[in-house]
């Protein structure tokens, strides 16, 4: 296992756009997560020079232990960087043809499903561990007292973020391994949430209880919206055990989809 | 003793394309065997089924007398059709992959590097590589592993003639090593040249195979020139299936058990002495035209 993970890292660690695109990736992320409460600040600023008095910095998006459930949420938009990158990774195997070549070379077509699968693995851990550490010390800092209980409180968004970054990577590279052509798919992978929201709205008119189990929307679903709490409405502040099998089951289909899509084809 | 490799009723069709039919056919130990036919013939389908990343219609083949799986691919090196590299890595990089698929000792990478003469460009992306450079970069690739077959699929297309020449040397160097190699190709000279076996391809269907040495057997080539005009009394021999006047020559085909010697006496007997008479085998390439020939 770990072998077929070295041999992936192998070829992307000496290519440049797998660097400028992890790291765009990783610098938006952690600059957009870490500074949410300066620029809330900024936005008061701005406003009392209006005359509008909004006391911002009450409102405890930074305070344990609101801060995991927010900032997983927020994160979760930048996981396309990360499809894109796993998009570029599984393309190029076809433009340049190297899958073909792996495979002649002697690794077999589930051990190259599985050395990729293994790096969107590592990826969503990487985001994960990121994400984790900048809701630390955001906590640590904004938090007006540290309580423990607070602080291990509802840890599980972290596993819940997990999934849904590695399910939708795992979507990318079933994309990727189908189109076989990087700029189509990540055209296709884009439009794949419109094209799941219109359905969506056709099928909520016939069998509505459908709805969550749309691949997209699971994904989604798995870390709630959390910020209607801060107008005092009721939110789903736990991960839903219903979510995370639907999710689960969805990155299971689309890794074997792909898998069986390699070992179907001639390369 | 087993085969090296031993091709059962292997069959491929691309849609309603038969590219590979019904083919039969074993490659023994420490052969150079030339896989032979014109472009489309099905070669590069053939060695794609062999290496797994074409999926057969039908057939079967072993390698080694077994069923193949992945790791026996780990002992075979082959190229099939292009070089296949990552343009982003270097030749060095590239190697080290291929290593790490095979499960080679890394230390092989500069022999085989030495041996392709590219140590000194190792360093450099294999994007800026000459074509004649990424053909023996793919070469060196094969040998990592030090594998038992080597495959090799027209290595020397689209090469000058010193590359061609250099890869030519190459094959030969390693085949001396008692490797089996299998060598795809359309250039009959190559195979000639090359290969101690081979099998002819045409659209699929294999019409010829057998040695290298036993093609040149058969009908002889007789070339011969005098100081008289020879072709009233070449006209009348009786042995000869054709004459041809070539390059101020008379190039004469025998036909079957006709002897360069019957010619050289008949034309005593006319009173000609010739001034030149050369016995030619008769080449692989004339044979090749007539076994696509013969198969219409
Ligand atoms: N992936 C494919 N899809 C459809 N047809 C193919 C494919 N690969 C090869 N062919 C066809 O199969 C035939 C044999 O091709 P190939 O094996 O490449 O011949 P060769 O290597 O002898 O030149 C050709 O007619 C070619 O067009
Ligand atoms: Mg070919």
Redesign the interface.
């Known amino acids: 296992m770990l072998h077929l993970l070295k041999i992936d890292l192998k070829k992307m660690t000496s290519y440049r756009t797998f660097w400028v695109v992890c790291g765009l990736y990783f610098f938006t992320l952690g600059m957009t997560t870490a500074s949410g409460m300066e620029f809330l600040k900024w936005l008061v600023r701005m406003g009392a020079s209006f005359g509008t008095e909004i006391n911002i910095t009450r409102i405890p998006f930074y305070h344990f232990p609101d801060v995991w459930q927010n900032i997983t949420y927020v994160s979760g938009f930048f996981k396309a960087i990360l499809a894109f990158m796993v998009v570029i990774s599984i393309t190029n195997e076809f433009t340049y043809r190297t899958v073909r070549q792996n495979i002649i070379d002697g690794l077999s077509r589930k051990q190259f499903i599985i050395s990729k699968v293994l790096t969107n693995i590592l990826l969503s851990l990487m985001s994960m561990l990121m994400v984790f550490v900048i809701a630390l010390v955001t906590g640590l800092v904004y938090s007006p007292t540290i309580v423990f209980t607070d602080l291990v409180m509802d840890l599980e968004f972290f596993g819940a973020y997990f999934l849904e970054v590695f399910a939708f990577l795992s979507f990318a590279l079933l994309l990727g391994m189908v189109i076989q052509r990087s700029g189509l798919t990540i055209v296709i992978l884009v439009l794949s949430q419109m094209i799941e929201a219109i359905i969506r709205a056709n099928v909520d008119d016939y069998v509505p209880w459908l709805i969550p189990y749309f691949p997209m929307e699971s994904i989604s679903n798995l870390i709630p919206l959390p910020f209607p709490r801060y107008v005092f409405r009721e939110i789903q502040d736990y991960v839903s055990i219903t979510s995370v099998l639907v999710v689960a089951g969805w990155t299971f289909v689309f890794n074997y989809l792909a898998y069986l899509k390699l070992k179907k084809s001639d390369i | 003793m087993n085969p090296v490799l031993k091709i059962e009723n292997l069959t491929k069709n691309f849609g309603r394309l038969c590219a590979v039919n019904n083919m039969n056919l074993q490659v023994g130990a420490g052969q150079v065997f030339g896989m032979l036919g014109p472009n489309g013939s099905g070669k590069t389908t053939t060695l794609?089924m062999l290496?797994?990343?074409?999926?057969p219609t039908s057939g079967s083949f072993k390698w080694f007398g077994e069923e193949a799986?992945?790791?026996t691919?780990?002992k075979i090196g082959?190229v099939?059709e292009?070089p296949?590299?990552?343009?982003?890595?270097?030749g060095q990089?590239n190697l080290?992959?291929?290593a790490?698929?095979?499960?080679a000792n890394e230390a092989q990478i500069a022999d085989v590097l030495r041996l392709v003469e590219l140590s000194d460009r190792k360093d450099d992306k294999y994007r800026t590589y000459s074509l004649g450079m990424k053909q023996r970069l793919a070469i060196a690739?094969a040998l990592l592993n030090d594998p038992q077959v080597l495959i090799l699929d027209e290595p020397t297309n689209g090469l000058d003639p010193m590359g061609i020449a250099e890869i030519r040397e190459l094959i030969k160097k390693i085949a001396s090593d008692g490797r089996t190699i299998i060598l795809a190709s359309h250039l009959l000279d190559e195979v000639q040249k090359v290969c101690t076996h081979f099998a002819v391809l045409k659209k699929g269907n294999m019409v010829y195979s057998g040695p290298v040495e036993d093609v040149s057997k058969g009908a002889e080539t007789v070339e011969v020139k005098a100081d008289v005009d020879l072709t009233d009394a070449l006209s009348s021999f009786q042995g000869s299936s054709s004459v041809l006047r070539e390059n101020g020559y008379f190039e004469v085909t025998l036909t079957d058990g006709v002897k360069s010697k019957d010619l050289n006496r008949f034309l005593f007997e006319k009173g000609i002495i010739a001034s030149h008479l050369v016995t030619k085998k008769k080449s692989l390439e004339k044979q090749f035209l007539e076994i696509l020939a013969e198969s219409k």
């Open positions: 794609g290496m797994n990343v074409v999926n799986t992945h790791h691919r780990k082959a099939l292009h296949i590299f990552y343009p982003y890595l270097t990089k080290e992959l291929t790490m698929i095979k499960g690739s």
